[in-house]
């Protein structure tokens, strides 16, 4: 993924009406991308400044004849409209959904959602900065073990899906050291085509049956047709030889720990 990305969603409710930019277009901050189309907003929002006329209209014919306490409920109705009419008027600004920053705009599945209704906060897609680029992996308690405990861990590479002549160098590699069970991306788990078992009942697919370790390397040069935010592949780390004896008391502690545990 970009070292740098922001994740675009929708701050109103809405149908996708048109796409202004494509996804891997390069846009630069307060370009529009999305055009959602929302009735309901519109005819709601001429019904309270109708409300409003309506109230203008009576404190100003009836301003000699009120009381305080009949200008105090008026103006305490007309303060509530204008605020509502605000509320309204950002929601349908933000029906024009515009790049928050600079970068490449990502949203390959706009064209299946198109006409489709989108609620507010919804991803809509993320626009990515192409000058820093990192690999997120996760791991699984065993292999953890090793790098937690390894001093001398030799080269790290990574393999992106469909380059897998490609080498890429990685370096400043950083292990998160707490345990997880929600996934960063349904693509590592069964149900998005990965090797991770997740829970059947959770639809997203992120929700693993194990916890597991994450694990973030920073990406060296690399020609930028092969790096793409969403890219999936494998980390490779190279640790120092060991024993056979080493290796079966380790994962004999490892099991033991594991079966303490549950």
Do not use: C
Request: glycine fraction near 8%; charged fraction near 25%.
């Amino acid at each position: 993924e970009s070292a740098k990305h922001t994740r675009v969603v929708g701050q109103t409710d809405g149908r996708l009406h048109k796409i202004l930019q494509q996804s891997g277009e390069q846009v630069v901050k307060g370009e529009p991308l999305l055009q959602l189309l929302n009735p309901e907003l519109d005819i709601e929002l001429k019904l309270v400044a109708a409300q409003r006329t309506e109230l203008l209209y009576l404190q100003q014919q009836n301003a000699a004849l009120q009381g305080d306490s009949i200008r105090k409920t008026l103006q305490s109705r007309l303060d509530s409209l204008e605020r509502r009419i605000d509320e309204l008027e950002r929601r349908q600004q933000a029906l024009l959904v515009t790049a928050a920053s600079a970068g490449i705009w990502t949203a390959p599945d706009l064209e299946e959602r198109l006409g489709n209704w989108l609620e507010r906060g919804e991803k809509l897609g993320d626009i990515v900065a192409l000058d820093r680029f990192k690999f997120v992996a996760v791991i699984g308690q065993e292999d953890a073990a090793s790098l937690f405990t390894e001093q001398a861990i030799g080269q790290i590479s990574v393999r992106l899906t469909g380059n897998e002549g490609n080498e890429l160098p990685a370096a400043d590699f950083q292990i998160i050291p707490f345990e997880q069970l929600v996934l960063p991306s349904a693509t590592l788990g069964w149900k998005g085509g990965g090797k991770i078992p997740v829970k059947g009942r959770d639809e997203l697919g992120l929700e693993t049956l194990e916890p597991f370790f994450r694990i973030s390397a920073e990406l060296g040069q690399a020609d930028d047709r092969l790096l793409r935010h969403g890219h999936s592949g494998q980390i490779r780390f190279s640790l120092p030889a060991e024993s056979v004896l080493t290796q079966v008391f380790r994962k004999l502690r490892q099991f033991i720990q594991q079966r303490y545990q549950t």
